[in-house]
């Protein structure tokens, strides 16, 4: 398999769980200011969206969209425990926080990304991230990970743009659950191989 990547950005999640899952892969920066390659391949030309995460499977088929490709992975490596089984109540427990962090929080964040982004509205973006991260703070209480205490694929995507935090400015200390989760997250070895893969760690 092939990861394309771009150091720190939301493919950080996939990485942290090809890592997790130990799966063979080989891993591609796709920067997304250049979107070249280390070949010096346009990466439009593997993706003509030019966003990351994407995975090239070993037969050549393509899988898009971070949260779908993190439950890919979590099925190749069932005995890892990353994601529940399929069509059990957990799965889709699993698949509400995937696409709360992604509609809710990645989504979120875009807005403080784009220096067109007028001041006043920046302002509103963060009190409403800050509204979401303080209720993802109360649903952590006395719980190791978000489904409890098995690490998932959910908490690699939220530990990936939570990251986002501290450059943007989003103080996360008074969020004494969600900090100590982190924490724990960053403590862990496949989420220490994927942060240092993308030079984030020395």
């Given amino acids: 398999m092939k990861l394309y990547y771009s150091p720190g ?6 990485h942290i769980a090809l ?9 591609i920066a796709a920067p997304t200011k250049t979107h070249k390659l280390p070949d010096g391949t346009d990466y439009y030309t593997i993706n003509p969206l030019g966003y990351v995460p994407l995975l090239q499977l070993d037969d050549g088929t393509l899988l898009r969209e971070g949260p779908v490709i993190v439950q890919y992975i979590a099925d190749q490596a069932p005995a890892k425990k990353l994601a529940p089984a399929n069509g059990t109540l957990a799965r889709y427990q699993l698949q509400s926080w995937l696409n709360f962090v992604g509609t809710e929080l990645h989504k979120g964040f875009s807005p403080l990304f784009n220096p067109a982004t007028p001041a006043e ?6 009190e409403r991230l800050q509204s979401r991260l303080k209720w993802v703070d109360g649903e952590l209480a006395g719980k190791q990970y978000l489904m409890g205490d098995q690490f998932s694929v959910a908490d690699g995507y939220l530990f990936a743009i939570t990251n986002w935090a501290a450059p943007m400015n989003i103080d996360l200390s008074p969020l004494a659950n969600l900090t100590a989760w982190r924490a724990r ?6 989420v220490q191989q994927a942060m240092k893969a993308e030079g984030l760690l020395k």
């Fill in 9 to 14: 950005a939301c493919s950080l999640s996939p």
């Fill in 19 to 27: 890592e997790e899952a130990g799966l063979a892969y080989e891993a």
């Fill in 185 to 190: 997250v960053a403590a862990r070895p496949g």
């Fill in 121 to 126: 509205y920046k302002t509103a973006v963060i």
